[in-house]
């Protein structure tokens, strides 16, 4: 329990915005490739297996960011992320985005599972469950 999967990430030019700092929507999009590699590495589920071999789906219900520093190209971003909650088909994920230590950001993502035959919800795949309890923050 209480594990923390971390995932380091460059911020490229592709990233930002004119200004040279990362335009907040590509924050979201670098979370997706966190928990991407959460699935691959943590959970060792690839997602992309989850969706073309057993057509499950992992759609977002919710997300929040809380955007507290600017980060720029060339650096590099830790993220950090934990399991706030765990239901019957849904997971609340937390990212904390730090660069040399310092928080930059906080995004709260709630994805459920959904089978993509019938696009209905489905309980969380009993071999996914106890791997994401591994990650549930105490």
């Not at 985005?97 to 009993?126: N, W, Y």
């Amino acid at each position: 329990m209480n594990q923390v999967f971390v995932h380091e990430q460059l911020v490229r030019f592709s990233h930002c915005d004119p200004a040279a700092i990362v335009y907040f929507p590509r924050l979201f999009d670098m979370a997706h490739a966190a928990m991407e590699e959460w699935f691959l590495r943590g959970l060792e589920r690839p997602l992309a297996s989850l969706i073309r071999e057993r057509r499950i789906g992992t759609p977002t219900v919710t997300i929040q960011g809380e955007f507290l520093k600017p980060l720029r190209m060339g650096d590099w971003l830790r993220f950090e992320l934990r399991v706030a909650k765990l239901g019957n088909a849904s997971v609340r994920l937390v990212y904390s985005g730090r660069k040399d230590a310092a928080e930059h950001f906080r995004i709260s993502q709630t994805i459920a599972f959904m089978s993509l035959e019938t696009g209905a919800a489905i309980p969380v795949p009993a071999d996914l469950r106890p791997r994401i309890e591994a990650y549930l923050a105490g």
